[in-house]
């Protein structure tokens, strides 16, 4: 779970936030590495998107350092971090689906004949490519969610960090959803999975990490995690239905 002798993609270390005289990130100290599928549980309020957004620099830490690839924070992570927020008509831009994919590319100021190849492969990759004309805000919610993947993997991103991926999604939107992260995580992709729904996902985490009032309450393999788990913290242990962590997977 911890490569030996492996550097960190992300170092945190006494990472806190503080709002309104109000810890919502108690100082958090973890190594994330490349390659790996973490998932990140907790209740609501738990801390898990104040963190992530931290993480990639959209908010700036009352305290503690981050260092990707062993060095601060700054403008480059756009290059190689994408987020999928949970709200996905949110995260739509372009009139169409190829534009919406197009949108980040441009953004990063790459060439039109470049753009046009990763917002090729993008579609491609997302099983949206005889969609690629289609009204964006007309596709489904699964869709909507595999089109936010494209949109990150036309960028270049090679770490994929998604909020409550299944938020509002039925159960083919899951599914869909699901078999992308397991074609990233296949590809050799850096996923970050913020969820209270472990039994649709689990199957795909090499590491389960707990946050409970912005504390890291437990990390490790997610068999040993669901073991040790506290009903205090507010996250349901999924092999109550299911009989495994393999079995843990909507597909």
């Known amino acids: 779970m911890f490569p030996s002798g492996a550097d960190p993609l992300f170092a945190v270390r006494?990472?806190?936030k503080i709002f309104n005289d109000k810890a919502a990130i108690c100082g958090i100290d973890l190594d994330i590495f490349e390659g790996q599928c973490l998932v990140i549980a907790g209740s609501n309020g738990s801390g898990?998107?104040?963190f992530v957004r931290m993480l990639i620099?959209?908010?700036?830490p009352s305290a503690g350092t981050i260092l990707f690839r062993g060095k601060t924070l700054d403008h480059r992570i756009r290059h190689e971090?994408?987020?999928?927020?949970?709200?996905?008509?949110?995260?739509?831009?372009?009139?169409?689906?190829a534009e919406d994919t197009a949108f980040g590319p441009q953004n990063l100021r790459m060439s039109k004949s470049d753009t046009a190849l990763?917002?090729?492969?993008?579609?491609a990759a997302t099983g949206l490519t005889e969609k690629a004309d289609f009204p964006?805000?007309?596709?489904?919610?699964?869709e909507k969610r595999r089109l936010a993947i494209a949109?990150?993997?036309?960028?270049?991103?090679?770490?994929?960090?998604?909020?409550?991926?299944?938020?509002n999604?039925?159960?083919?939107?899951?599914?869909?959803?699901v078999r992308s992260m397991r074609r990233l995580k296949a590809e050799g992709k850096t996923l970050i999975i913020l969820t209270h729904e472990l039994e649709k996902v689990l199957a795909l985490a090499d590491r389960l990490l707990i946050l409970h009032r912005g504390i890291v309450r437990e990390d490790g393999d997610p068999g040993t995690v669901l073991n040790r788990l506290d009903p205090s913290y507010g996250v349901r242990d999924p092999r109550q239905t299911y009989p495994s962590v393999a079995d843990c997977i909507w597909e």
């Open 48 to 50: 898990k998107t104040v």
């Open 14 to 16: 006494g990472l806190s």
């Open 81 to 97: 971090v994408g987020m999928i927020f949970q709200d996905a008509d949110a995260q739509i831009i372009g009139e169409t689906v």
């Open 136 to 142: 964006a805000q007309h596709l489904s919610g699964g």
């Open 151 to 167: 949109g990150v993997l036309a960028m270049g991103c090679t770490t994929i960090i998604m909020d409550e991926p299944f938020a």
């Open 169 to 177: 999604l039925d159960w083919s939107g899951v599914v869909s959803t």
């Open 118 to 123: 990763q917002v090729q492969a993008a579609l």
């Open 57 to 60: 620099g959209l908010m700036d």
